[in-house]
């Protein structure tokens, strides 16, 4: 077996038979294959085990005292239809775990069994779960791409990685910190994580904390009472409140001064808000996504930031990549902000020449997709002036000397073979002629520059 193998097909696995030696063998055989096994002499105790998208397979012996293997096989395809179930039999019930495959069940093993046979069967059901979930995953990505709503549009595997985190926990109730400079769209991540979740109908509130007068920044989160101080001439819903049922974005909340950190981190943990001037606790059903554009590790381990807030905000983290460190989505991108510009202003767009779009590869984008944004919008709007916009953003021969003379090559010969398939609609044939290469060779450069021609049609 290969190491690709044994990373990606290791369990976990969950043996059920009321024979105590024969599960002592099962465990020892495949733990001594580096799998992950728990086994169990009742199915009673497995039920509670399992839950949908659970990623291993169950061993089960048909013949047990209570709940049998054939009523635990269909227990658990009321959990997840897809789940693998093994069934071992003796010899007098092979007609029955026949049946039960109709019904359902992976495969059977009789006993007694081999133990290269029963590894056999672990591992191709295994990976056969592996690939039900990779396949579910994937359709709930297509599927929260096309709802309506905010989109996370990139292909690189930064950008990949963290749509898979994000699908992880959009049903989660867990409060989340999103970790990004500024102009990566930690407000945009934030809404997507709102507009995908069951909390969609619900309020998505956004407060940036450094923008808010420290005086006023508790009133704007807690609300107060009508007298509670000097000014407060009626009562005021504060942000958590009006979240309630939602989504609370609190961005740069490295800027949230340190007595209000003491109060945020009750509110969190005791999911209960107390307007100013009031003695009424109101329970809070509420996510948080709290962001930052700084460590708040190295800002708690400088006294700057409470410590235990910061581990409050950070059971579940996601990195937001700058733009220069996902360059093969900045044609995508770029794309995506002129046509929206192009909607919003009436106007056409003018096709961005292959020498441009390498100036833009080259520059380091310090205000990230945000700054790509507002330059897709000056294009769009300048029209004949564009190209001289694209010049004067500062993205000439001193920008393209940070980087290597391969890295250079790589970028511009992917943006040329992109804007071929994008003025062709995908053409294979046309691309081939309009860039002089042969069949192969075209095809070895589109997957080495992770291009599909299906996205141009």
Same mark, same amino acid.
């Given at each position: ?25 099962? +465990? ?16 009673? $105790?497995?039920?509670? %085990? ?12 048909? *013949?047990?005292?209570?709940?049998? =293997? ?20 003796? #010899? ?18 009789? %006993? ?110 807690? @609300?107060?009472?009508?007298?509670? &101080? ?13 979240? *309630? ?5 609190? !961005? ?10 003491? %109060? ?9 808000v107390e307007r100013l001037g009031s003695n009424e606790l109101i329970p809070l059903d509420i996510r948080i996504v709290a962001a930052t554009k700084v460590d708040l590790k190295e800002l708690s ?26 360059? /093969? ?7 995506? &902000? ?7 202003? +009436? ?6 020449? @292959? ?7 080259? #520059?380091?984008?310090? @205000? *990230? ?26 993205? =000439? ?9 391969? /890295?250079?090559?790589?970028?511009? $010969? ?35 520059? !992770? ?7």
């Open positions: 077996m290969s190491e690709t193998e044994q990373i990606e097909f290791k369990g976990p696995v969950i043996f059920v038979d009321d024979e105590h030696h024969i599960r002592v063998t099962v +465990q020892q055989t495949l733990e001594l294959e580096d799998y992950s096994i728990r086994c169990f002499g009742s199915a009673a $105790e497995v039920l509670d %085990k399992l839950d949908v998208d659970w990623p291993g397979v169950i061993v089960s012996d048909i *013949n047990m005292p209570g709940i049998d =293997g054939i009523e635990l096989m269909r227990r658990i395809r009321e959990i997840d239809t897809d789940l693998p179930v093994i069934l071992v039999t003796g #010899h007098g019930d092979i007609s029955m775990a026949v049946t039960a495959i109709r019904d359902g069940a992976y495969d059977f093993i009789e %006993k007694p069994f081999a133990s290269e046979l029963l590894v056999d069967v672990v591992k191709r059901a295994l990976e056969k779960r592996n690939l039900t979930l990779e396949n579910r995953n994937l359709r709930r990505e297509i599927e929260a791409q096309n709802a309506p709503g905010p989109r996370i549009l990139g292909n690189t595997p930064s950008i990949q990685s963290m749509r898979r985190i994000i699908h992880q926990v959009l049903g989660a109730p867990t409060d989340i910190l999103l970790n990004g400079e500024t102009g990566t769209g930690k407000e945009l991540v934030a809404r997507y994580l709102h507009e995908h979740s069951n909390r969609r109908e619900k309020n998505f509130v956004a407060i940036n904390c450094g923008a808010v007068p420290e005086n006023l920044i508790e009133s704007e989160l807690f @609300g107060h009472e009508a007298g509670a &101080f000097t000014g407060a001439d009626k009562s005021r819903v504060g942000k958590f409140e009006y979240a *309630n049922g939602g989504t609370l974005f609190l !961005d740069e909340i490295e800027s949230m001064p340190m007595a209000v950190q003491v %109060k945020l981190l009750r509110v969190i943990e005791e999911r209960m381990d400088e006294g700057q930031f409470r410590s235990d807030l910061f581990y409050r905000l950070n059971i579940v983290t996601i990195d937001i990549p700058a733009l220069r460190d996902r360059l /093969e989505d900045l044609p995508l991108l770029f794309e995506h &902000f002129a046509l929206i510009a192009s909607a919003r202003y +009436q106007q056409e767009i003018i096709p961005l020449p @292959g020498e441009r779009m390498h100036q833009l590869l080259q #520059h380091d984008w310090p @205000g *990230n997709v945000r700054e790509l944004r507002n330059l897709a919008e000056r294009y769009v709007l300048l029209g004949d002036e564009a190209n001289l916009a694209l010049a004067e953003q500062g993205m =000439g021969d001193e920008i393209q000397s940070r980087r290597t003379l391969s /890295e250079r090559v790589d970028q511009f $010969e992917r943006s040329l073979i992109h804007e071929s398939l994008q003025s062709h609609k995908g053409s294979i044939k046309e691309t081939m002629v309009a860039l002089g290469l042969a069949r192969k060779t075209l095809y070895d450069k589109m997957k080495k520059h !992770d291009l599909d021609r299906l996205d141009y049609k």
